[in-house]
C-alpha cells in the first residue's frame, strides 16, 4: 500500500460525513439484496459505533489508486485484482492472508514481464464479507431458512441461529477487515513482496513436470533479473509494493457509516476499501447503490453481464462519471465464454465512440459457472481461460486497450475448479471443496493464468 496513509490520514475527518449534501438521497431510492436486520437495537448501536471508528483506508491512498487507475484506462498499466468470492472471518489468519497476497504478487510478476507495464495490484480482501444471492432462502431436507449472505450478514451453518440477520456482524467486519489490512501493510512494505523472493517462489511452481512449458518464461525472467542485479538496480526499493483493497459495495448502510469528508477538499470517500464495485444483480440506474457510489471519491467499478446494452453502458458512465475522468469508473465484463467474442465488441466500440476513456477489466469467473455431475458449483479452466482470451482478442480487433483480470482465486490448495496442467478432478471436491459461496482457482490454476495471459498481455501492449 502507498507510504502516505500515515499522512493522509490527519487530512480525513474521522467523523461520519453526517450533513454532507445528497449522500443520503439513496435512501428514498430502489434498493436490492439488503439484510432484513432481526434486531432494531443491535442495528442501531452497530451503525453508531462503525460511524465514530477510524478509516479504514485513507483518501490519499484513494488518489493514488485513482491516479494508477487512470495510467491502466490509458494502456500504460495493468490490473490485477484477485481474491476471495467471499472472505469469513475464521479465515483471516496470518497464513490464509499471506497466501493469497503472495499468489497475487507471484501472478503480477510474471504479467509484468509480459506487458513491460506496471501491474496495479489489487486484493479482493478486507471487505468482501458479504455477497448477493439470487433466493432470499435455501431449503435442505425440508427445512427452509434465510440463504447465507457472507459473514458480515448472517452465519454458513445451516441453523436457524446461525442464519438469522446479526447486525453486530457488520462491527465484526470492520475489525476482521483492520487486522487484515495491518497483515497486509506489514507483507507488502516489510520484504515479503522483495522482486528476487517472489521469482523464486515462481521457480518453484515450473519445477511442477506438469508446468514445465512455462520454463522458458521463468527462464527469461531469471535472466532479467540477474541482469538487473549486475546493472546495480536498487533491489531495497524493490522489497515493497502498492497494494490495494476492494470489495463489492453491497451493503450501503455500512458503507455510508464509514464514509468520511476528506479536509482537504470537502469531498466524501468511502473509507471501507479503496476501489468498490456494484454488482450485476444491482447497478440499475435508479437504484439506490449507482446513487451512492456516484457521490464518493472513490474509483468506482460496473459488473456488466451479456445483457448490458450499449446505452446502459453510456447511461452509467453519465451517472457515475459525468466528467469522464479517467481512473473513475471500470467496467468489470462477466459475458461467459461462449459470449464474449459475440456480445463485448459492439458494448467496447459504443463507449469507445463516445469519447469516454473507461478501464476495461474481465471477469472470467462468474459467466461460467456450472453443476459439476457430484453436484458442486464448478467452473471449468479452460472455460475461464477462453474468455480471458476471448477478451483480448475483442480488444486487439478494436484497437482498444483490455486493461486488467477480476479472478476468484485462493493461495491454498484447493479442489473447485476443474481441469488445468495439474487437473483437479470432481472426486477432489469431496476432500479439498472449502468455498461458501464461488468456486474459486487455486494456488497452482492462479499461477498458470498468469502464465498463459503474459503472451497475451505481451501483444496487447506492443
Known amino acids: 500500500m502507498p507510504n502516505n496513509f500515515i499522512d493522509s490520514a490527519a487530512r480525513l475527518g474521522q467523523a461520519g460525513a453526517a450533513n454532507y449534501p ?43 489508486l485513482r491516479g494508477r487507475l487512470a495510467e491502466a484506462a490509458q494502456g500504460k498499466a495493468f490490473l490485477l485484482q484477485g481474491g476471495d468470492c467471499a472472505e469469513t472471518f475464521d479465515a483471516a489468519t496470518a497464513d490464509r492472508i499471506s497466501a493469497r497476497v503472495r499468489t497475487i504478487l507471484q501472478m503480477a510478476v510474471v504479467l509484468t514481464y509480459g506487458a513491460s507495464l506496471p501491474v496495479i495490484k489489487m486484493g479482493r480482501m478486507a471487505g468482501q464479507f458479504a455477497k448477493p444471492r439470487s433466493s432470499n432462502e435455501e431449503t435442505r431436507d425440508g427445512v427452509t431458512l434465510p440463504a447465507y449472505r457472507g459473514d458480515m450478514v448472517n452465519g454458513y451453518d445451516f441453523t436457524p441461529e446461525s442464519r438469522g440477520h446479526d447486525a453486530s456482524r457488520l462491527v465484526k467486519a470492520y475489525h476482521t477487515s483492520a487486522s487484515t489490512l495491518n497483515l497486509i501493510r506489514a507483507f507488502t512494505q516489510g520484504g515479503f513482496a522483495d522482486l528476487r523472493l517472489v521469482h523464486h517462489w515462481n521457480k518453484g511452481f515450473t519445477q511442477n513436470p506438469a508446468h514445465a512449458r512455462y520454463e522458458s518464461l521463468a527462464g527469461e525472467i531469471d535472466r ?33 457509516a464509514l464514509t468520511r469528508i476528506d479536509s482537504r477538499t470537502g469531498n466524501p470517500y468511502a473509507t471501507s476499501g479503496h476501489f468498490l464495485w456494484i ?57 461467459g465464454a461462449a459470449n464474449i467474442r459475440e456480445k463485448l465488441p459492439a458494448l467496447v466500440q459504443k463507449v469507445t465512440d463516445s469519447g469516454a476513456q473507461v478501464l476495461w477489466v474481465t471477469d472470467p469467473m462468474h459467466g461460467n459457472t456450472v453443476t459439476s455431475p457430484n453436484g458442486y458449483k464448478t467452473r471449468r479452466f479452460d472455460d475461464v481461460i477462453d474468455e480471458v482470451r476471448g477478451f483480448f482478442e475483442v480488444h486487439q480487433g478494436l484497437g482498444t ?18 481441469g488445468g496442467a495439474d487437473p483437479v478432478d470432481q472426486e477432489a471436491f469431496l476432500t479439498r471443496y472449502e468455498s461458501v459461496c464461488d468456486p474459486r482457482l487455486n494456488h497452482m490454476q492462479s499461477l498458470e493464468m498468469a502464465f498463459l495471459v503474459s503472451g497475451a498481455l505481451a501483444q496487447a501492449s506492443r
Open 279 to 335: 454488482g450485476e444483480r444491482t447497478r440499475q440506474l435508479d437504484s439506490a447503490h449507482v446513487d451512492f457510489l456516484s457521490r464518493v471519491r472513490n474509483p468506482i467499478g460496473v459488473k456488466l453481464g451479456p445483457t448490458t446494452s450499449g446505452d446502459d453502458a453510456l447511461r452509467l458512465i453519465d451517472k457515475l462519471d459525468p466528467n469522464r475522468e479517467p481512473g473513475r469508473l471500470t467496467f468489470i465484463t462477466r459475458m
Open 224 to 256: 532479467a533479473i540477474r541482469f538487473m542485479e549486475a546493472c546495480g538496480s536498487d533491489f531495497e526499493a524493490l522489497k515493497r509494493t502498492e497494494f490495494f483493497a476492494s470489495h463489492e459495495a453491497l451493503l450501503l448502510d455500512y458503507e455510508r
Open 401 to 418: 486497450f483490455p486493461g486488467g483480470m477480476h479472478v476468484e482465486m485462493t493461495g491454498d490448495d484447493v479442489a473447485e475448479c476443474l
Open 22 to 64: 445528497g449522500l443520503d438521497a439513496w435512501r428514498s431510492l430502489p434498493i436490492s439484496q439488503q439484510p432484513s436486520w432481526q434486531d432494531e437495537d443491535v442495528y442501531q448501536a452497530s451503525i453508531k459505533d462503525l460511524s465514530s471508528l477510524p478509516p479504514l483506508v485513507f483518501a490519499g491512498e484513494v488518489d493514488v
